[in-house]
């Protein structure tokens, strides 16, 4: 069984219903087996395996790269509201500067480009000129659920745990930008940050992304200096990060230096290309397409995950349990969150909580209980408020396997 319990390479219906009919693999019947879906692989018998290599100060979560270091939160890990910094996930495009108490306290951000008034601001001077904010905001990196493309697309092998909804701390972007004054022709930021290029080339950056002018002015896009208040962790961008939430991760720059505002969309690492962009039009699977005509990622799509029970659970036939996740829809808010545990034929609404604030996701929470005993898989959908629902294969193939916002599903054996 896959060790995240997130599925495998479809075996078709007749090997499913071969699998089924016996039930002997495991030694549990399967109650509706009838209502499975074509091309579709139980849980308990996909197979796979993740690196079981961790970070010292991120026990149980799993190592996708080690260079660059890439490391995903199992789901069951994700249950908490705010997530701890043990249990966010890491994504990095190059290496990690050294940051010391002392060039922390140096730190510098620089305000530069179509600006009447260029700044150079430490982290002091931050927290001293801006009103400062605690909010929460969710991150999610664009090549999340990349596994599961078919065929295999270039990039980390993300299941379904490059995600994380922490608390933030720092200043709105918008009050920066305001006091640099931009130039009517600013339409787009440039990004850089401390980190260096894996080539150990100083001309060359690990990543530098950006965002339309609009995306920086909106009030939850923060220029943050601690998570869930102290300070944030290295490996997450300790001193200081971007937060551009319900976007690509990429769009959040970690060991923030500086930030260029552009009269053209910007054309750093990470913004040409492939490179978190989406094709214009569908293509088929596996299918070449003009990087012409590739569109830059902005909003990610309405998405959700089962955080209880782990997948793998035993529970008593006939009683009661909780299942329980969290939801989320990029720039748009959550409408609705369905379960299901007969393989999709029938879906049951579940209580949505509400948000801490825009762009933190939302807990949902329903009772089940399993009339026999059997092996069974829940599944979880979301709708967002524009009427866009979660599909339950991943949407439209890509040459870098972004935006799979497939159901999520776990394996569970009534006793």
């Not at 995306?215 to 300070?231: C, I, Q, R, W």
């Not at 299918?287 to 990610?300: G, L, N, T, Y």
């Amino acid at each position: 069984m896959d060790k995240t319990g997130n599925g495998g390479a479809p075996i078709g219906r007749r090997g499913f219903l071969a699998v089924g009919a016996g039930a002997a693999a495991f030694g549990f019947p399967i109650p509706f087996l009838s209502r499975a879906p074509a091309g579709f692989t139980p849980l308990a018998y996909a197979q796979g395996g993740v690196d079981p290599a961790i970070t010292a100060s991120k026990p149980g979560l799993s190592v996708i790269n080690d260079n660059p270091i890439n490391i995903e939160t199992p789901p069951h890990l994700l249950d908490d509201e705010v997530t701890p910094a043990a249990r966010m996930f890491v994504r990095n495009n190059g290496h990690p500067p050294e940051v010391t108490p002392e060039t922390a306290a140096a730190w510098t951000l620089t305000i530069e480009g179509e600006v009447e008034n260029p700044l150079m601001l430490q982290i002091a001077d931050l927290k001293r000129d801006f009103e400062t904010v605690t909010l929460r905001l969710l991150i999610e990196c664009a090549g999340n659920g990349r596994r599961f493309m078919k065929p295999e697309t270039q990039g980390g092998q993300w299941t379904f745990g490059a995600v994380s909804c922490a608390e933030w701390t720092g200043v709105r972007l918008k009050d920066i930008l305001a006091r640099a004054r931009p130039r009517p022709s600013a339409i787009y930021t440039a990004h850089k940050g401390a980190d260096s290029h894996l080539s150990g080339d100083p001309a060359k950056d690990a990543i530098s992304r950006g965002v339309p002018i609009a995306k920086a002015l909106e009030p939850h896009t923060l220029v943050a200096f601690a998570m869930n208040g102290a300070d944030i962790p290295l490996l997450n961008g300790h001193p200081l990060r971007l937060i551009a939430p319900g976007w690509p991760g990429s769009c959040s720059q970690k060991w923030l230096t500086r930030i260029t505002l552009r009269d053209v969309e910007h054309d750093g690492q990470g913004m040409t290309g492939h490179s978190y962009r989406l094709p214009a039009y569908p293509i088929a699977p596996g299918a070449e397409i003009p990087a012409k005509d590739m569109r830059v990622i902005e909003s990610m799509p309405v998405k959700s995950l089962i955080t209880a029970p782990q997948t793998g659970a035993r529970v008593k036939a006939g009683q009661s349990f909780e299942v329980r996740g969290h939801a989320w829809a990029g720039d748009d808010e959550i409408a609705a969150l369905d379960v299901s545990e007969d393989f999709g034929a029938t879906w049951r609404a579940a209580r949505l909580q509400p948000g801490a604030n825009r762009y933190a996701w939302r807990r949902w929470t329903i009772d089940m209980r399993l009339a026999q005993r059997g092996y069974y898989e829940i599944w979880a959908r979301a709708r967002d408020d524009k009427g866009r629902m979660q599909p339950a294969t991943p949407p439209g193939w890509n040459p870098r396997g972004y935006n799979n916002n497939m159901q999520h599903r776990i394996a569970v054996f009534a006793l």
